[in-house]
Each structure stands twice: as C-alpha cells, then as structure tokens.
Nanobody
Framework: QVQLVESGGGLVQAGGSLSLSCAASGSRFSIRAMAWYRQAQGKQRELVARIFSTSSTIMYADAVKDRFTISIDNAKNTVSPHMTSLKPEDTAVYYC??????????????WGQGTQVTVSS
C-alpha cells in the first residue's frame, strides 16, 4: 500500500502563487507517474498535471498551462507543483495521485487525502 503525504495549500489572493508537495512511500512496485488532480465544488475531478517518472514527460491541463509547473524528485518520490498567477477558478481541493506498475504491467492508482486551495478575488 502506498502512503501519500500532501502539504501546502491554503488561501491566496488572485494573482498570487502557491506550492504543493506530495511524498510517496511504501510502494512495492515502480512508480510510473505522479500527478495532481483537483475537484471544485460541484464539479468532476480533473487532471491538473502529470509527470512520468522515467521519461520526465509532463502533461498539463489547458487551464493551467503557462501558469503551473510541476517537478518530480525520483530519489525522494515527491512531486511538487508550483502554481502562479492563480485565479478564483483555481479554487478546489487538490489531490495527489501516484500510479505504480507491477512486474507484469498492471497499473495501480493511489490517492492522497486532498488539500484545499482557495483563491480570493
């Protein structure tokens, strides 16, 4: 079982910046990708950014491109998005996601407990 510890989040004014961090531990298998999702009240959970461990390929949602950057520390199994130029519509609960792959290729997803990000106008 993978344990995810999230940190960061909080209240920030529009135009401000905020960083999140997620540390993964306890994985029996290799980590294929680490990502952050968010879920605004009344909306579905959506991908914010995903980074693949081996290739360092990064995917960003269109809504956050050019404003958010994500980095990964493979040695520490941490993933950290830095969010800038925040907008009220970025307000959501942000969830860390880790995807592992076992020796035969099965994928497993693990989720953090979520951290609230609130952007005031």
């Amino acid at each position: 079982q993978v344990q995810l510890v999230e940190s960061g989040g909080g209240l920030v004014q529009a135009g401000g910046s905020l960083s999140l961090s997620c540390a993964a531990s306890g994985s029996r298998f290799s980590i294929r990708a680490m990502a952050w999702y968010r879920q605004a009240q009344g909306k579905q959970r959506e991908l914010v950014a995903r980074i693949f461990s081996t290739s360092s390929t990064i995917m960003y949602a269109d809504a956050v491109k050019d404003r958010f950057t994500i980095s990964i520390d493979n040695a520490k199994n941490t993933v950290s998005p830095h969010m800038t130029s925040l907008k009220p519509e970025d307000t959501a609960v942000y969830y860390c996601n880790v995807q592992t792959r076992n020796v035969v290729g099965f994928l497993y997803d693990f989720w953090g407990q979520g951290t609230q990000v609130t952007v005031s106008s």
